[in-house]
């Protein structure tokens, strides 16, 4: 394990760092912002992550919605979601050209909804449906060669806003209307993933219902990000 001894991280930025078995002794932490994936969290002797979930679940319901087993449960968690998301673009419409503006190397607006094109093509209609058709070519996946650029990705498109929110709409109209007729015993099967090199490769052996819950955390979580950082953008231009 490396270690750091008497060392300065002030302003440090660890990004996408496996941190797991972490310990910091003695180390002064203020004004610091964790956002992952967090487990099994001691602050001070105190195992706080309970406490920051059940305070996420009560600002944010739908993600209680989101780890249910009933399918009524997730067709509303999709229906807020859907909600959550055309508010957003409402704001974005209100200040054009904000939907490709980034703020500490994140993602644009735009970007953040190709991901999402993305996520639907792989978890759901491939892991949830068993598709093997192409991916949307706007979509953004993961960085990681072979999957960076393939399966119809195509990385050198520059969509509109309309175009990308069009395509979201689509989505998330044949992801309502699976929803309205799925049962929990089809959503407590193995997921029907086909059985080839394409994203994601480690969800086979899953349930429909874990590529199902993996759509909709993306789609809440991306939308947070998104969220956050146009008021980031908006707070700047009020300066």
Known sequence: MTRYVDEDLHGTEFRECDLTGARLIGVVLQDAVIDGLVTNLVVNG????GYVEAELDRRHPVRVLVRSEDPADLREAARQLRAGWAATIERIRRAPGIECRSVNDEWSAAQTMRHLVFVHDSWFRRCCLGSTERFTPMGIGP????????HGLDLSLDPALDEIVNVRAAQAAELEAWLDDVTAEQLAAPAPVPDDDVWPPYARGRSVRQCLRTVLNETFEHHGFCVRDLGLIEAQDAE
Request: without cysteine; hydrophobic residues 35%.
């Open 143 to 150: 960085d990681v060669e072979p999957y960076r650029e393939a």
């Open 46 to 49: 105190v195992e706080v992550t």
